[in-house]
């Protein structure tokens, strides 16, 4: 069964997703005195790891910060990303549309899952992972639980929803990530994006998605 129990904006950039009590430690974006990006902190060795070199370009990786390992993963533009719950495994998806659930049917299928590529392994220790707007600095979001029995949302003080913290069970998880893109979504007009509730196939609408599996 799989609920979605949480959602995250992000306003440009990739997402940091890791464990909780490790994003405690993420200083995020950190702009020097010309208000360019600082090349030592955190957010910006992120964006080294997604974007090495002008000609690369990676949709998800692994970035160390402090002591820790994190994945990034890159949303294609600013959006909000929806997490789901399915039994042990966590589902992190976006796409361009609300308008018709049928992203949702698809991440949630199986064709999904057997056109997903592996990204990696992510340790995620204490009981609780972190979903969070890269450019957040976790001092400014204000305390919140390493180990939450439910969904916590994190807010800024000007932008709400830059984060969320969930319960998983700790241990080690397998990432792996995928993407469809559909006729209609991504590069639909905005009118059929955000107009009023519409029928279509699931192989009409581009998302793209991560998902995260106990290794047992």
């Known amino acids: 069964m799989v609920n979605w129990i949480a959602k995250v904006g992000c ?9 909780a009590s490790a994003f405690a430690d993420w200083g995020g974006a950190v702009l020097d005195e010309d208000y360019d990006l600082d090349p030592a902190c955190d957010l910006h060795r992120a964006n080294q790891v997604l974007y090495p070199t002008d000609d690369d370009e990676f949709e998800a990786g692994f970035v160390q910060f ?6 990034v993963w890159e949303m294609d533009g600013s959006g909000v990303a929806e997490i789901a ?3 042990t495994s966590v589902l992190i998806m976006r796409s361009w549309v609300r308008n018709t ?5 698809y991440v949630t ?3 999904a899952a057997a056109a997903e590529l592996p990204v990696g392994e992510l340790d995620l220790t204490g009981g609780g992972l972190a979903v969070v707007w890269a450019p957040v600095v976790a001092a400014e979001v204000g305390p919140f639980p390493t180990a939450p029995p439910a969904p916590v949302t994190l807010d800024l003080d000007h932008i709400h929803g830059v984060g969320a913290v969930l319960p998983v069970r700790p241990g080690r998880y ?3 990530r995928g993407s469809l893109t559909g006729t209609r979504g991504q590069y639909a007009p905005l009118e059929e994006q955000y107009g009023p509730p519409v029928a279509g196939s699931d192989d ?8 995260l599996r106990p290794i047992a």
């Open 66 to 71: 402090a002591a820790h390992t994190a994945l």
């Open 109 to 111: 299928g199986p064709a």
């Open 11 to 19: 306003e440009g950039g990739p997402l940091l997703v890791c464990a």
């Open 101 to 105: 659930d049928a992203p949702h049917r």
């Open 85 to 87: 719950a399915a039994d």
């Open 204 to 211: 009409d609408w581009s998302c793209r998605w991560l998902r």
């Open 174 to 176: 397998q990432v792996s």
